[in-house]
């Protein structure tokens, strides 16, 4: 479990993933040396690192909030309810999947426990956590180079985007991403796991769909 050690070297007050990224190397040494971070104190509780998966050199990238319960046991990102419901709406708008790049704004499983400790509950990251997590981000922005970046939610939206991003205002409108020098551009949509919450599904998920439409036709 990654978690073992209390603190990593650069100390239990640093939140930052920098100093663990490689020197150099592809998305494999990335993902490698992203088993070992200990960038900010989630990696304690967590199984391990969800690094991204996907096409090395898509067109499309698609960036969610973090690992689920599922995802952080099996070490693969979106492969729970969630990525279930997302490969569904990607088939709807006409999308395939093997040419994707998806990836977590932070890679590690954030939780809490119901009263029994038996369940792992969801726990929204805090931006300074995102903040922390950011540079394996930047690293597959810049060794995939996609021309869009879906991204999924508010978390991935804000760690992008800035702090000023909101979903309901920002959302199915392709836009220069911000630090890309106009050749990325990024589109923002609901995370699958509100659909999952809401109670308009279907209206929900009708909408993500209708964006990740939108995404396909960007391209």
Not at 50 to 69: I, K, N, T, W
Not at 79 to 94: I, K, M, Q, T, Y
Not at 149 to 166: D, I, N, Y
Request: net charge positive; proline share 7%; with cysteine.
């Amino acid at each position: 479990m990654t978690g073992a050690r209390e603190k990593g070297p650069a100390g239990p007050e640093a939140y930052d993933a920098t100093p663990f990224l490689p020197g150099r190397g592809g998305l494999e040494a990335y993902a490698r040396a992203a088993g070992g971070c200990e960038g900010c104190p989630l990696f304690r509780e967590a199984h391990g690192t969800v690094f991204g998966r996907g096409d090395p050199h898509a067109r499309m990238m698609l960036v969610g909030e973090q690992p689920g319960d599922q995802e952080d046991r099996e070490g693969v990102a979106f492969v729970g309810p969630a990525g279930r419901l997302l490969s569904r709406a990607l088939g709807e708008a006409g999308i395939d999947e093997d040419g994707l790049y998806v990836t977590n704004a932070v890679k590690h499983f954030k939780f809490t426990r119901d009263e029994t400790r038996k369940r792992r509950i969801h726990k929204t990251p805090t931006v300074r956590e995102t903040l922390a997590c950011r540079p394996w981000l930047t690293a597959e922005l810049r060794l995939v180079r996609p021309e869009l970046v879906v991204v999924l939610g508010a978390t991935a939206g804000r760690s992008l985007l800035g702090p000023s991003f909101r979903v309901g205002t920002d959302r199915g409108v392709p836009r220069p991403l911000p630090d890309g020098n106009g050749a990325v551009r990024v589109l923002a949509t609901v995370h699958p796991s509100a659909v999952l919450r809401a109670r308009d599904r279907e209206e929900m998920y009708a909408g993500l769909v209708a964006d990740l439409r939108t995404a396909a036709d960007a391209l």
